[in-house]
């Protein structure tokens, strides 16, 4: 593995949850506030982060399934769970280590940004302003914002097109096997942070250029 070299690229499409900022207490909280009104037992924080990566719909539904709850359950589960992390959001989360540094280090490099993450819109410009992250991208899209989520191709090919880049000299930067997938489909150089969630695996045995322990291990 070797990380891609900066001064190759046009841009880079970084990851939200488990990339940039810790959101597994801002999730545990919610989700468990969520359990607790459908009468149903908390599932413990190591069980909800193997869970987290593919939107907030997944997550709700394998929360409830996780719990033994019913399956016409859902509408319920969603109704409050959406009420339970506006609540929360960014309230117990916190920006990881290096995370500022690397943004920066790709920032001075003259690198378009853009930040694509699985996440509802709404909820990730809230987290974003609230951990101080929002200026540092041109655009922000959600798990809502177009058709298909990532592992698709998708949201990387349309972000690259909203930034008039190239996916070839476009970086990306996550934490899962989800990223990596839609990197790779995309035709986007890829590198994986090592302490995200990757739904409980190795993040070492995903297809990535690299695993960094820090975004600010960038080579620049």
Request: hydrophobic letters at 45%; a neutral charge; glycine letters at 8%.
């Amino acid at each position: 593995m070797s990380t891609p070299d900066l001064s190759r690229l046009q841009a880079a499409i970084v990851d939200l949850d488990g990339t940039l900022v810790d959101t597994l207490p801002d999730f545990t909280v919610a989700l468990n506030a969520t359990l607790s009104e459908l009468q149903l037992a908390p599932l413990s924080a190591e069980r909800i982060a193997a869970l987290v990566g593919k939107g907030s719909e997944h997550l709700v539904r394998s929360v409830l399934a996780a719990a033994q709850g019913r399956a016409d359950q859902f509408d319920a589960a969603w109704r409050s769970y959406q009420r339970q992390y506006e609540a929360v959001n960014g309230r117990h989360a916190r920006v990881y280590p290096g995370a500022r540094e690397g943004l920066r280090k790709l920032r001075g490099r003259g690198l378009r940004m853009a930040c694509v993450t699985n996440k509802p819109l709404a909820f990730a410009q809230a987290l974003l302003a609230k951990t101080g992250l929002a200026g540092e991208f041109e655009l922000v899209f959600g798990g809502d914002s177009f058709a298909k989520r990532k592992p698709h191709p998708m949201p990387l090919l349309m972000a690259c097109s909203a930034l008039g880049v190239e996916p070839s000299r476009t970086l990306v930067v996550g934490d899962s096997v989800n990223d990596a997938q839609a990197a790779r489909a995309a035709g986007c150089p890829v590198v994986l942070v090592s302490y995200g969630y990757n739904h409980g695996q190795p993040v070492q045995k995903v297809d990535a250029d690299a695993v960094l322990d820090s975004i600010a291990d960038l080579r620049a």
